[in-house]
Structures are given as structure tokens and as C-alpha cells.
């Protein structure tokens, strides 16, 4: 069957109608007959087993059993009556129950008969009972043609209301498939076929929308899973590919005096065996003549910062600016104060700015900018303003990722005046660092067009953090634990919510939560801190700072230390109403201490009343300290959908794969795509011709629907 034809108007179909096509469309997104063909059941109701009643388990599911009506009786309830049957075979007995058409059941239905029944089974007052159960004589089932595998197709209301029901839409697609002769164009390749025992399309749609018998389901589930993973990965990975071939990228060829020296006389640690291998990928990537786009992911603690500050001085070694912007002023004003620490006695200039640097230090900064006398800025969304303008930036590094946008990341590309090449400026270099582990196979599915490294591994003599879960009720023991902590000279944060629904509700607990520490830590034994978003900036850096410098014992906070702020004294975390953080959230405060040599606690402080999905959260965040341990727990928790970037990914259209459950296609398809497109990048070789069409369809079909609905 030619594609054409699938892009037939579905409309034209026997049995739509301009009608029907119009409630295919609005609540199924059905234009044509190819999308009718991809409408993929959503379960299916298995008639190819027969149970005998002593079989039955109490799990509430549809079965098949073959029986007879012994005994009928009306049973008197407080609202009508309902018409009980006792049904029997030759290993037990149960009941089918009827509340409402009793009449005409009652006249219908022959006792001592065999019947097959089929519907939910429940358990009910120590026996099984079946509420209107759908009957047909033996006689009668053993002559008709039965579909064994029933599927189920997704309905919503105004569907049902308009008449298209499940058995329609069945009618529906049989119809299409009596016009195509169920005959349908293969489009994966006869190796890829032959390689993994994968069934033809044709064969995988007969059988996705009529199944024979589960096994046959499941081979063309499998194979149906495996193309539409493996045609998004052939995108991402071709996506990414162009983009090396296409954007060009400053040459880092030096390794120079300011890297080497740096190396030899300033690092103030050994790094770890994981940041030296991540800094020899970033080497060559600089060194490609491609435009680098790499995403550094490390757990929170895991060292990125020095990873930053190197990759920053093979740009200046090869004449380069460089920046590095950061998604809050707390953080960068950190890694500003870091950065110049680290860079002492290098030559290296470093400057800061943030939306609340004055405008009279904002001019000079500018101008040795566009000098090209400054080295690095340190900064905030200040930097991607349109009046700072670099002379010549090579490099720019963005923290957290996770809060900046694409269109933020495309800003620093133009940061550059033009210099002079055919189509405008050489972007600079782009490393990312994020400390939100996404599992990696997810990442690489996400972030095609990003190349990937991870730090995974924390430098030598952290004490993993002692996490524990406390009830509210607890509170005086944890107040004296923090006492104790404090007596050592430790500092201690302790965190509220800030969830903008309910915001104005979150700053009374924040301080209600205040006063009462207040008292429970009189001055001037303790010191405290307050920090939060209603705040001035500079209220919030002048009690940051304090608590930085160890003047204050207690920070209380909301989220807005979330992430980056690092004081390696601190070695308390509490986290107040700990039941309404997100999993990696809770991951990302409990990051703040144990940075240095002390034991550190992490306590999560939450009421009595947890949702199940709450309990897993508290349960996986005591159990482990590893981020992409809870980051697969948090996948499976809440679905990609709320993951970052995976709207923008195309992931959620997904029609049959599932990226959590079917990781295991997901690898194969992503290694069958990269190894295709390495032994034929233009799928020119005739046997990649099938997969060159049926990628180019997608693509322009797709842009057709995008653009009309
Ligand atoms: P993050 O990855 O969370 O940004 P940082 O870069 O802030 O982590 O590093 C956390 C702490 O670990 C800092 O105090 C830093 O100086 C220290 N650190 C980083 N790398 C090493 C190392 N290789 N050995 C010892 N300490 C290190
Ligand atoms: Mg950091």
C-alpha cells in the first residue's frame, strides 16, 4: 500500500462521515487514515483462556468461565433489589449479579445450561461474584467467530456520546484494513529485520489492532516500540550530527602557560580520576574545530566548579573570553568569590555581574569587555542583556542548567560581534553543568543535540550524609541535636516550602517557623539568619554573607538556597514539611552540606499524614545518597512528562513506546541508529533506502499536521 493513500482524509472512510471525522479529529487528533492505523489499543481484553471458578484469584480482573445456572433468586437491599444467580462448574461455585433489566434476564436465562460468562470478578462476602456478566450460550459461542484478544481503545465522554465506541472504532480500523488489503509498506530494513527477529509492519499492525494470540501481541508490540524509538533516535543522532559537520567552532589548540601553571601551582586539590577524564573530553571537543555542546552533569558536591574554571583558562590560553552565568545572584555571587580565590597570583582577571551590580561599576566593566582586558565574567541573566558585548568570547558556561531556556542558551551564541566569516559569528563553545542527574539514557534521548559527560565520582573523604525521616511530634529532640551541632561549631540550615500556589500561606509557616526558633535559640547564645524571596537583594547577601563568614549559627530559608551555595561548616540540613518537596529538589538541598570533612545529617521533618507516593520519596532519599539512583526513582515516580526539556523532545508523543518502561528497546534502537548512521551517514546504500523514505515521510507529514492544527 503506497503512503499516499494513508494520508487519505479520514473522512472518506466507509463508515466515517464528515461527522464522525470531526470528533476523530478533536478528541483523538485522527486526520487521516494513517493516524487511524497508529491509534494503538490501549490494553485488550484476552477470551483465549477459560478459568474454572476454582481458579479464580481475588484481583479484581475480566475472566472467562464456562458454567451453569443452577439457582436464581431476587435479593431485597435497602434502595430496589438486586437478581443474584448461582453459577457452577465442576470445581466451585459463584455469583452473577444483576441490578438493573432483572425482568428480562430473569425470563431469559435458561437453568442447567452451559453458559460462558465473561466480566470482573470480584471477592464479595467470602465468595466470587460477577456484576453483569456478558453471556452467550456454549452452543452458541462454539459456532460464532470469536476475536480472542479484544482490544481496547482509548475513549474519552464526547466520543461515547457521539456513538464511537470501542466496538466502532474497531469496525473502523478492520475497514481500513479490508481497503489496504492489510498490506502496508515496510520501513525498517531488511538487516535491522533480519538482526532482531522482528516481524513486518504489516504483520505487526494485523496483530497490534487483531491479535491471534499473546504471543504474536507481543512480538508486534516489541516491533512497533522499536521502530518509533529508533526513528527518534535516528533524528536526535542525525541532528546532532549535522551540527558538528555545519557549525564551526574556535580552535582551543593551545594548551598554554595559564592552563599548565594552574595545574602545577594553584590546584588546591588532586582531582579526581572523573574530573580529569571529563576536562580530556572537553580538550577535545576544543580542539575539533566543532562548536562544543556539551551538558556536564555531576551530583551535587561532585567538584563542577573546577571543571569550569580550567575549561575557562584554555580559552584565555588561546586568547578567548570567557563567562560563565548563573540561574540566581546568591550563586553567582559565589562563584565569583570561588573563582578569584582559585585564579590568585594567575593573572587572570574576573568580574561580576549581577542585576544589582551598580551602574557605576557596570560601565567600566563593560568597557573592558569589548576591550577584550577582562578574562572571565561571572554573572547572572545580566550577562545575556543586549548592551554586554564581548570582544572576543570563546566560552560560555552555564550553571544549573535546569533554569535556563533554550532560547537563553541560543542568546550566548550572538555575544560576539560579528568577525567577519560567511554567515554571521563563530559561536562560542557551550558547557552546561547541571546537577540534576537525568538517568543517562533518558539524557542522551533528551538532549540529542548535546554531548555528554559525567562526573561520578565525589572527591576522596566525604562521609556520606546521615539522612533520617522525624516526625513533626519530634521536634524537640531534633532542636537538641542541632544544639549539640552547634556546640561543635557546626551551622545548620533549616528549610521551608515555597510552593507559588500557596505562597502567601508558605511565608506565614516560614515565620511562624522563625519566632518560634527564635525562642527556642535566644540570642545572644545563637545567631540566626533569615533568607527569602520577598527580600532585598542586598538583605539577602548581607545575611548570606553572615552565615558564609560563620557569624550565624541558623539559616532559615526558603528554597532560594537550593542550589549551588556552598559552606562547607554547615553540617545540618532540616527540611520543614520535607512531604512537599520533589524527590530531586529534597536531593539538591541535601547537596548544601556535607561538603566538608564532618559527618553531616540531612532530617526530614514531615506531619504524620504522607501520601504513598510522599513515603517513597522519604524512604529512597534515606536509603541512598546517590543522585541518579533517586533520579530513577523520580522518573518512575512522575513520568518524564515533568521532566525538563522532554516536551521540547518530542517524547511525549510517543504513541506506543514508553522511555521509562521500555529502556531496554530504547538502548537497542539509540545503538542500531548511531550504528546505521556511522557506516552510512546519508542512508545512500540501497538497502537503507527504505529507512531514508519512511524517515523523510515522517518528517514531512509531520511538519504538514504541526502546521495546520
Ligand atoms: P558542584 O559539583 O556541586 O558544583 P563544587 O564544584 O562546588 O561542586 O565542589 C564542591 C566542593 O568540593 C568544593 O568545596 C570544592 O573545592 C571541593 N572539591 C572539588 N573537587 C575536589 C577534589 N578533586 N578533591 C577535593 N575537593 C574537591
Ligand atoms: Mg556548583
Not at 15 to 43: K, M, W
Not at 282 to 289: K, P, V
Request: include cysteine; aromatic fraction near 8%.
Amino acid at each position: 500500500m503506497n503512503a499516499g493513500f494513508l494520508q487519505t482524509p479520514v473522512a472518506y472512510l466507509k463508515g466515517v462521515g464528515p461527522n464522525r471525522a470531526e470528533t476523530l479529529h478533536s478528541e483523538l487528533g485522527i486526520h487521516v487514515y494513517q493516524d487511524l492505523l497508529n491509534l494503538f489499543p490501549n490494553r485488550y481484553i484476552d477470551k483465549t483462556q477459560y478459568y474454572k471458578i476454582g481458579q479464580l484469584q481475588k484481583s479484581n480482573a475480566e475472566v472467562q468461565v464456562v458454567g451453569k445456572i443452577v439457582h436464581i433468586k431476587t435479593v431485597e437491599q435497602k434502595r430496589g433489589s438486586r437478581l443474584v444467580a448461582k453459577f457452577i462448574d465442576e470445581t466451585g461455585e459463584m455469583e452473577l449479579v444483576w441490578f438493573r433489566g432483572q425482568k428480562w434476564i430473569r425470563e431469559n436465562l435458561k437453568l442447567n445450561v452451559p453458559y460462558v460468562i465473561f466480566g470482573k470478578c470480584n471477592w464479595f462476602n467470602g465468595m466470587f461474584s460477577m456484576p453483569h456478566p456478558e453471556m452467550e450460550l456454549l452452543s452458541e459461542h462454539e459456532k460464532n467467530i470469536r476475536i480472542h484478544m479484544q482490544p481496547v481503545y482509548p475513549s474519552t465522554e464526547k466520543l461515547s456520546n457521539k456513538g464511537i465506541t470501542n466496538r466502532v472504532l474497531s469496525k473502523l480500523i478492520q475497514q481500513l484494513f479490508i481497503e489496504t488489503k492489510g498490506s502496508f509498506a515496510e520501513t525498517l530494513s531488511n538487516k535491522i529485520l533480519d538482526e532482531l527477529k522482528l516481524i513486518s509492519k504489516s504483520e505487526a499492525l494485523y496483530n497490534i489492532h487483531f491479535p491471534k494470540n499473546q504471543e504474536l501481541l507481543a512480538k508486534a508490540q516489541f516491533r512497533l516500540k522499536f521502530e518509533e524509538l529508533f526513528y527518534l533516535q535516528l533524528q536526535l543522532i542525525a541532528k546532532n550530527m549535522l551540527h558538528k559537520q555545519k557549525i564551526k567552532g574556535f580552535n582551543f589548540d593551545q594548551v598554554g602557560p595559564l592552563f599548565n601553571d594552574f595545574y602545577a601551582n594553584h590546584l588546591p586539590f588532586e582531582l579526581t580520576d572523573a574530573q580529569k577524564r571529563v576536562i580530556k573530553e572537553i580538550r577535545a571537543d576544543l580542539g575539533s574545530n566543532a562548536q562544543m555542546n556539551r551538558l556536564l552533569q555531576g551530583d551535587v558536591g561532585s567538584g563542577k566548579t573546577i571543571v569550569a574554571v580550567m575549561t575557562m583558562l584554555l580559552a584565555i590560553d588561546n586568547g578567548f573570553q570567557a563567562c560563565l552565568v548563573a540561574p540566581t545572584e546568591i550563586l553567582a555571587n559565589q562563584h565569583y568569590i570561588g573563582i578569584k580565590e582559585l585564579l590568585q597570583g594567575t593573572g587572570v582577571t574576573c568580574e561580576l555581574l549581577t542585576g544589582s551590580v551598580k551602574k557605576s561599576v557596570r560601565k567600566p566593566i563593560h568597557g573592558l569587555l569589548e576591550s577584550g582586558e577582562l578574562h572571565i565574567l561571572i554573572g547572572t541573566h545580566a550577562v545575556l542583556e543586549d548592551k554586554v558585548v564581548f570582544k572576543n568570547l570563546g566560552l560560555a558556561i552555564i550553571d544549573e542548567q535546569h533554569r535556563f531556556g533554550v532560547a537563553q542558551r541560543s542568546k550566548l551564541w550572538h555575544k560576539s560581534p560579528n568577525d567577519g566569516e560567511v554567515g554571521g559569528a563563530t559561536p562560542p563553545h557551550i558547557l552546561v553543568m547541571t546537577a540534576t542527574p537525568i538517568p543517562r539514557t533518558l539524557a542522551m534521548s533528551l538532549y540529542g543535540d548535546l554531548d555528554i559527560s559525567v562526573i561520578d565520582e565525589l572527591p576522596p573523604g566525604r562521609k556520606p550524609i546521615k539522612t533520617v525521616h522525624r516526625y513533626d511530634s519530634n521536634r524537640l529532640k531534633v532542636f537538641h541535636f542541632i544544639k549539640e551541632e552547634i556546640q561543635k561549631g557546626r551551622q545548620v540550615y533549616i528549610v521551608y516550602p515555597l510552593i507559588q500556589e500557596s505562597e502567601a500561606l508558605d511565608y506565614k509557616d516560614l515565620m511562624d517557623g522563625y519566632e518560634s526558633i527564635v525562642r527556642d535559640f535566644p540570642q545572644p547564645q545563637y545567631q540566626i539568619s533569615i533568607v527569602h524571596g520577598q527580600m532585598k537583594p542586598e538583605d539577602k547577601d548581607y545575611e548570606m554573607e553572615r552565615f558564609v563568614k560563620g557569624e550565624t549559627h541558623i539559616m532559615v530559608a526558603t528554597t532560594v538556597i537550593e542550589v549551588g551555595v556552598n559552606v562547607p561548616n554547615a553540617s545540618v540540613m532540616i527540611i520543614e514539611s520535607a512531604e512537599r518537596f520533589g524527590l530531586s529538589q529534597l536531593h539538591q538541598l541535601r547537596g548544601r552540606v556535607g561538603r566538608g570533612a564532618d559527618q553531616s545529617y540531612c532530617i526530614l521533618m514531615t506531619s504524620y499524614k504522607l501520601s504513598s507516593e510522599a513515603k517513597t520519596r522519604l524512604e529512597t532519599m534515606v536509603q541512598t545518597n546517590d543522585g541518579f539512583e533517586i533520579a530513577e526513582v523520580d522518573l518512575k515516580l512522575r513520568g518524564p512528562g515533568d521532566i525538563m526539556g522532554t516536551q521540547q523532545s518530542g517524547m511525549l508523543n510517543l504513541k506506543i513506546a514508553d522511555i521509562v518502561k521500555d529502556n531496554t528497546i530504547l538502548k537497542s534502537a539509540r545503538y542500531f541508529a548511531m550504528q546505521l548512521l556511522k557506516d552510512d551517514s546519508t542512508l545512500e546504500k540501497p538497502e537503507n533506502l527504505v529507512i531514508r523514505h519512511f524517515y523523510a515521510e515522517l518528517a514531512k507529514f509531520k511538519n504538514i499536521w504541526n502546521y495546520i492544527s
